[in-house]
């Protein structure tokens, strides 16, 4: 259920309700040239209505601050839009010396996210996850974030949102949780920087495992690859996880920011020379440029199963690889 924001007259946004203890945020204006895929934004005419932007419930409490997915219509995708209030809000917290961030869902349905946004992803002959994309940004805001940041999940978590929840410091999940890594379904080659991500966060045989089947695996079967911390009660988690928070943040803020950014560069430093580097760069251009991610895409958007054999037979033929970049009809 999408929860009603209440505007006050200096324009700021009531979210997660409003006490004397507690802050909220104004809306994010997203018209930035990052997300811009078009082009920057046309200049606003005066007489022009502005849209507020909901896509995250913020709140700050007690030095914890909470960014909330809500935008469940869209089971809480990871658009650039949402991500664009994300890295506002975050950007906020910092200056606020938030002690610990929660991300969680604003509601308690079936998805706690369903990951990238697939409508944004281009549908062929470009790179679908370069270094300036929005959800790219936003796992490097995460990891790079002085504070540590919680993933609270309760439902299924899917794609990028996994990739998001790996990059947070601590996960806690109530039985609900499922955890999905889904690009073999779509044939959208992962970039290494995000395989890095898993494999920091999990067994490799596990990490081969899920982008090899792209199945799911339950809260309990990630608990026992080390992916999740703890999982809690459903009616428990909460609870569990704010009280987590509030220790989090009574502890010495510059001796955890330390400890933070330690672990962060030290599990972030592999080095792989440029000959290899090419080498993987050039497997994901074969993959990007190639008839199957075209096919993955394609069929997600029309809501069917993919072809990949009927892709692979149209590319031995001569047909519809179509490296010159040259437009196709969909």
């Known amino acids: 259920m999408h929860v009603e924001h209440t505007i006050t007259a200096d324009g700021a946004v009531g979210l997660l309700g409003r006490s004397t203890e507690e802050r909220a945020f104004a809306p994010i204006d997203i018209a930035h040239p990052s997300f811009a895929r078009n082009g920057p934004a046309a ?27 809500d935008h469940y219509a869209k089971r809480n995708a990871l658009g650039a839009d949402l991500i664009a209030e994300m890295l506002g809000h975050l950007d906020e917290f910092v200056r606020a010396d938030v002690g610990v961030v929660v991300i969680r869902s604003a509601s308690d349905d079936r998805v706690w996210s369903s990951g990238h946004d697939i409508a944004e992803l281009p549908l062929a002959n470009l790179d679908p996850l370069p270094y300036n994309e929005p959800i790219e940004m936003l796992l490097r805001a995460v990891k790079r974030f002085p ?38 379904k779509l044939g959208l080659p992962y970039n290494t920087s995000g395989f890095l991500n898993f494999m920091s966060r999990a067994p490799l045989g596990i990490v081969k495992e899920m982008f090899f089947t792209a199945d799911p695996i339950s809260a309990e079967r990630a608990l026992r690859a080390g992916i999740v911390n703890e999982v809690i009660p459903e009616a428990e988690l909460e609870q569990h996880t704010y009280a987590m928070a509030r220790t989090i943040a009574s502890r010495s803020t510059a001796a955890v920011a330390a400890a933070k950014q330690a672990m962060y560069e030290l599990s972030d430093a592999v080095a792989i020379g440029p000959n290899t580097y090419e080498r993987l760069h050039g497997l994901r251009r074969d993959a990007y440029f190639g008839a199957e991610y075209r096919e993955g895409i394609e069929a997600f958007l029309q809501k069917r199963p993919p072809d990949f054999e009927a892709a692979r037979t149209r590319t031995a033929r001569g047909g519809s690889d179509n490296r010159d970049g040259a437009p196709t009809s969909s």
């Open 43 to 69: 200049p606003e005419s005066r007489s022009s209505e502005r849209t507020i932007m909901t896509f995250i419930q913020a709140q700050l409490k007690d030095r914890i601050g909470t960014l909330a997915f």
């Open 147 to 184: 504070a540590p940041v919680i993933a609270m999940v309760r439902g299924s978590v899917w794609g990028g949102a996994f990739d998001l929840v790996c990059a947070c410091d601590i996960v806690l999940s109530d039985e609900t949780g499922a955890f999905a890594v889904t690009p073999a």
